[in-house]
């Protein structure tokens, strides 16, 4: 198993987070994704010279290089959200058959699962709302309020305002998840989830189960651009990261190496660390589909100092990149575009210096791209 990065590395300790703000008018935020996932318009920018070129995502199979090595994450988003009415009672027996249930069935409770902490107890890492209201000891129950599908304690509270929460064992948590489950759209689309949503916010080479947030790079993809790409004879590896908690926390600190970014469950195959290092080695074009993808390649190649290989296994990853970082292992990179101030605009940063990229997002405003999840996209290289 690969260590965990226990400590930040403060690389730039100049760097301010108000240095990554931007204007951008509400309208442009996209609510809906497109008929076609492949219609999204695509900004190129060279990040040597700075300059950019107005494009379309079709175009990306035809600006990859033969020798490229593209590198997917192949993460599945499962329901994470679910509905539920807190007890009001913290001494009642835990159980979703508990006959006095009803009687307690009061407040109404949104709950996220984050991440699954243990199998046996069913434990998890989740966001709570109101989350104030909701104390350790408190139970919640989902579903029907005659006989509630799923039962779960509050156990734990973290530093970040989480919960921890043990669920009632049931004979198919997984399915039961999924049909009471909704897909956790991200907040800044403002509407509710709808059944179409299930396949529009999923990459179509999803595999493992695990995110509660898209990589959203991956969503301009279809059967059509893959086969595209497999034509031209360019080798593609896949990794896994499960988008977790730090996507939905805001960067509250002043200076950025103030912030505490929230590690996060990836795996390696030995066939993809093979790819990589081989690519590596062969000085190979290393092109990275979204910020996750680059995390986990940077943070293995980190973990690994001063070697830099990547090796197979899995772990959490906490590493935080922004400009002063030296890059290790990825030389392209395709991602969408992001929330002022946050983390991820932070890495395209870096990786693309701020005032280029800053400039980059003036101009896509100006021309009224479409951002963030169900948005457009930028290729970086």
Known sequence: MLPRMQEPILYNPRVLVSDFDYHLPDE????????????????????????????????????LRPDDLLVLNNTRVFPARLYGRRSGARSQPMSSKNPAAKE???????????????????????????????????????GSEEQPDLAAEVTGRGTFGERTMRFAPVADFLGTLERLGHV????????????????RYQTVYARE????????????????ILDRIHARGIE?????????????????????????????????????????????????R????GTTTVRTLEFAAAANSPQGKIEAGSGEANLFIYPGYDFRFVNALLTNFHLPKSTLLMLVCAFAGKDQVLAAYDHAVHER??????GDCTLVE
Not at 28 to 56: K, N, T, Y
Not at 369 to 374: D, L
Request: aromatic share 10%; glycine share 6%; hydrophobic share 40%.
């Open 104 to 142: 307690f069935l009061k407040g109404k409770v949104e709950v996220l699962l984050v991440r699954q902490l243990s199998q046996q107890p069913n434990e998890w890492e989740c966001l709570v709302h109101p989350g104030r209201k909701i104390g350790v000891g408190e139970q919640i129950f989902f």
């Open 286 to 289: 290393i092109v990275a589909v």
């Open 236 to 284: 593609i590896a896949e990794i896994t990261l499960h988008v977790g908690l730090g996507t939905f926390q805001p960067v509250h600190a002043e200076k950025v190496e103030e912030h505490t970014l929230h590690s996060e469950h990836f795996s390696i195959s030995s066939a993809a660390a093979d790819q990589l290092n081989r690519a590596r080695e062969n000085r190979r």
């Open 28 to 63: 442009l935020i996209a609510q809906e994704p497109l008929p076609d996932r492949a219609g999204s318009r695509m900004l190129h920018l060279d990040r040597h010279s700075g300059r950019f070129a107005d494009r379309h995502f079709r175009d990306f199979p035809d600006l």
């Open 184 to 199: 956790p759209l991200p907040p800044y689309i403002a509407r509710e989830d709808r059944a179409d949503d299930r396949d």
């Open 369 to 374: 791209y479409r951002f963030y999840s169900y």
């Open 209 to 224: 189960r695990g995110s509660v947030a898209a990589p959203t790079a991956g969503l301009h993809f279809t059967a059509q």
